[in-house]
C-alpha cells in the first residue's frame, strides 16, 4: 500500500507514487505489507522490496493489527534503514524500539509538509525502551499513544497531542522546542526529564499529568478552556505558568505534592472560573503570584480567579497582587506563605472578593487595599505583616444602594501581627478567652468601625483621621491603645463609643483604655471622644473623661430642656447640675458662670451653641 499525503505548500508537486520537494530528490513511500508484524529489517515486509532510507516516507498502515520491532541488532546490521524522511503509524499498530540505544537511533527526516515527522494516530503506538529517536520535523499523537521508558527522544519542532492521542514518560530525556495539547490530550510524565525549549500549551479538555520527574519549560506553561495540570510528584520547573482567561470550562493546575518553581505566576478568569490549588509540596515562585477576576450581568455573577494553598502545603513568592477591576478573585489559605514582598489589592467596588485565612501562616511585608472591597475572613492561623495592614473599602450595593456597607475584616480566631494599622473599614473581632491575639506595636490609624466581642486586646498608638467608630458589641471588651497624646488627630473628627457597659468608675465590663495614666490622650483629642446611648444609663451622646489608670468613661449629663420665647431662649434642667457651652459638638465646653434652671438667653451668642449639664 503506498502512502499519500496531498499538501497545498507552494512548490510541492504530488507524483504517484513518489512525493518531489523542489531542490530535494523525489520521495516515495514503502509501506509495510505483510499482514503480522515482524521485524524491521525483513525485506519482504516493505512494499518496495527493499528497506526504508532516507529517501523514503514510511508508513504501517494497514488494518491487520501488528507489532514491528527495532532491536539493537537491527541498528547493528541495518543502521541506515533507520534514517527515514517521514513515518506514519494508524489503525492499532505499534512499533516497538527494544533497547536500540544512541549509536542506532531512528532518525526521521522533516517530512514533506509542515506537519510531517513522526505521526501515531487511530489507536497506533510507539513503545520506547531505553532507545535514541529523533524527529527533524514535529510529533503528531492524533488518537495514537507513544511509550518511553529510557533513552532521547529529540523534537526539533513541536509535538502535538490531540483526540484522545497521549504520551507516557517513564525514564529518560524527552526534548521539544514546543509541545501542543490543543484538545483531548494527555501527557503522563512518572519519570525522567521532559524539557520543552519553549511552551506547553495545554487546551481544551487536555491535561499534564506530572507523577515524578522534571519538567522544564524555558518559556511557560498555558492552561485554557476546561484543561488541567496535575503535579502529584516530580519538579516543574517554568518562567511563567499562566491559568485561564477561558472562554469555556473551568481551567486550572492542581500541586499536591512535588516542587513548582515559577518566575510568575497567573490566573485569570474570562467567560469561566480559573483556579490554582495546592494541596501539599512546594511552590516557589520568583516574582509574583497575579489574580484577575471576572464577572458577568449586572447585579455582577461570580466568576471567580481563585488561589488556595492547603493543608501543609508550602508557599514562598515574592508578591500577591490581586486585580478585581472587571470581576472576582479568592484567596484562601491554611499553609505556609512567604511573600516577600507586598500583598496588594485593587479593582472595582462592585466586586466584593474573598481573602479567607483558616490556618498556617500568611507573611508578607506589606497587606495593603488600595480601592476596591476585599473582604477578608480569619477562623485561624497568623498573619504577619512586617510593616503596614492598609484595610478599607466601600460596598456601594445595588439596587439602589441596597446592602451597601464597607468591607469587613471578620477575625475570628487566629493572631495578627503589624507594626502598623490603617482601618478605614469594619473589623470585627470576634469573642475569645485568648490574649495577645493582636500584635501592632506602632501606630492605629482610624477611619471605619471597630468592633468587638468579649475579648481583651491591645493596639498602637491611635490617630483619628476621620469619623471613626468602636463598637463594644455584647459582652466584656476589654480594648487598649497605646499612650497616644503625641498623635495628629483630625481635630474635626469624632471618636464615637457605642454600647459601652462599663462602670463610670472605672474597671467595669467594657473598658476603653490609652495608656496606664491620664496623660495617655491630650485634652483636644479627649474632647473629641464621645459616648453613644452607654448599656444602662439615659440614651444620649456623653462627652469623655480619662481616668488616673488611663481608661475614658462617659461623664454624667443631664438632659436639657429649651423653649423659645419671642427674643428669648430658655434652657431647664434638673438637679443642681452644671451648664456647660461650647461652640462645637465635640467641645472644648465652659462652664456657664451662675447659671442655674432656668437659664433665659436674650441675647444669643454667635450663630451656633450647644448647651449641656454636667453633675
Known amino acids: 500500500m503506498k502512502y499519500l499525503r496531498v499538501c497545498c505548500c507552494i512548490g510541492l508537486f504530488l507524483v504517484a507514487p513518489k512525493w518531489r520537494v523542489l531542490g530535494q530528490e523525489e520521495i516515495t513511500t514503502n509501506s509495510w505489507t505483510k499482514g503480522s508484524g515482524g521485524k524491521w529489517e525483513e525485506v519482504s515486509a516493505w512494499s518496495l522490496g527493499r528497506l526504508p532510507d532516507a529517501t523514503q516516507a514510511v508508513s504501517i498502515e494497514s488494518v ?55 505521526e501515531v494516530e487511530r489507536g497506533a503506538r510507539v513503545i520506547n525502551l531505553d532507545s535514541d529517536i529523533t524527529v527533524d520535523g514535529y510529533l503528531r499523537l492524533i488518537g495514537g499513544w507513544a511509550g518511553q521508558d529510557g533513552g532521547v527522544v529529540s523534537i526539533k519542532r513541536a509535538t502535538v497531542i490531540a483526540s484522545g492521542g497521549s504520551y507516557a514518560l517513564t525514564n529518560g530525556l524527552f526534548e521539544a522546542a514546543h509541545t501542543e495539547l490543543p484538545s483531548s490530550g494527555i501527557f503522563r510524565q512518572y519519570g525522567g526529564t521532559a524539557r520543552l525549549l519553549n511552551t506547553l500549551r495545554v487546551v481544551g479538555a487536555s491535561s499534564y499529568e506530572l507523577h515524578g520527574g522534571e519538567l522544564v519549560v524555558a518559556e511557560g506553561i498555558s492552561l485554557n478552556d476546561s484543561s488541567g495540570f496535575f503535579q502529584n510528584g516530580g519538579t516543574n520547573v517554568a518562567s511563567l505558568l499562566s491559568v485561564g482567561r477561558p472562554t469555556w470550562g473551568e481551567v486550572g493546575y492542581v500541586l499536591n505534592r512535588g516542587l513548582l518553581k515559577l518566575g510568575t505566576s497567573s490566573v485569570g478568569a474570562g467567560m469561566s472560573g480559573a483556579f490554582f490549588e495546592q494541596n501539599g509540596g512546594v511552590q516557589v515562585v520568583t516574582n509574583a503570584i497575579r489574580l484577575t477576576g471576572s464577572a458577568r450581568y449586572y447585579p455582577p455573577q461570580d466568576i471567580t480567579a481563585s488561589y488556595r494553598v492547603k493543608n501543609d502545603a508550602v508557599l514562598s513568592a515574592g508578591s500577591l497582587e490581586f486585580d478585581s477591576s472587571f470581576g472576582f478573585c479568592s484567596f484562601e489559605s491554611s499553609g505556609q506563605i512567604q511573600f516577600r514582598e507586598n500583598i496588594v489589592y485593587a479593582g472595582d467596588a462592585d466586586y466584593q472578593s474573598r481573602f479567607q485565612i483558616s490556618g498556617g501562616v500568611v507573611a508578607s511585608s506589606n497587606f495593603v487595599v488600595e480601592s476596591g472591597v476585599l473582604n477578608i475572613t480569619q477562623t485561624g492561623g497568623a498573619l504577619v505583616v512586617t510593616n503596614l495592614f492598609k484595610f478599607r473599602g466601600y460596598y456601594p450595593g445595588v439596587y439602589n444602594g441596597l446592602n451597601a456597607r464597607p468591607a469587613r475584616y471578620q477575625f475570628t480566631s487566629g493572631t495578627i501581627s503589624a507594626k502598623d494599622i490603617e482601618l478605614g473599614a469594619d473589623w470585627i473581632i470576634g469573642s475569645s478567652t485568648a490574649t495577645g491575639r493582636i500584635d501592632n506595636a506602632g501606630t492605629f ?28 458589641e455584647d459582652g466584656k471588651a476589654k480594648i487598649s491603645f497605646a499612650r497616644s497624646n503625641g498623635e495628629q488627630w483630625n481635630t474635626s473628627a469624632l471618636l464615637t463609643i457605642l454600647m459601652w457597659g462599663g462602670s463610670t468608675h472605672g474597671g467595669g465590663a467594657d473598658q476603653v483604655r490609652f495608656g496606664n495614666n491620664r496623660n495617655g490622650l491630650s485634652a483636644e483629642q479627649l474632647a473629641q471622644v464621645q459616648f453613644m446611648d452607654p448599656v444602662g444609663l439615659p440614651s444620649g451622646v456623653y462627652r469623655a473623661e480619662m481616668l488616673e489608670t488611663g481608661e475614658v468613661v462617659p461623664v454624667l449629663t443631664q438632659r436639657v430642656f429649651h423653649t423659645t420665647t419671642p427674643g428669648e431662649l430658655v434652657l431647664t434642667w434638673q438637679g443642681t447640675g452644671v451648664l456647660q457651652s461650647s461652640t462645637n459638638v465635640a467641645g472644648p465646653y465652659e462652664s456657664v458662670p451662675s447659671a442655674a434652671s432656668p437659664y433665659i438667653i436674650e441675647d444669643f451668642p454667635g450663630p451656633q451653641r450647644f448647651f449641656r449639664v454636667i453633675e
Open 64 to 118: 491487520n493489527e501488528k507489532t514491528v520491532v527495532i532491536d539493537a541488532a537491527t541498528a547493528r546490521q541495518f543502521p541506515t534503514s533507520l534514517s527515514i524522511h517521514n513515518l506514519v503509524l494508524t489503525n492499532s499498530n505499534t512499533l516497538k524500539l527494544d533497547r536500540v540505544g544512541t549509536a542506532g537511533a531512528l532518525r526521521i527526516d522533516v517530512g514533506t509538509n509542515r506537519w510531517m515527522g513522526l
Open 445 to 472: 490609624r482610624m477611619t471605619g468601625t471597630l468592633r468587638i466581642g468579649d475579648a481583651v486586646e491591645q493596639f498602637g498608638k491611635l490617630t483619628v483621621v476621620s469619623n471613626a467608630t468602636i463598637n463594644l
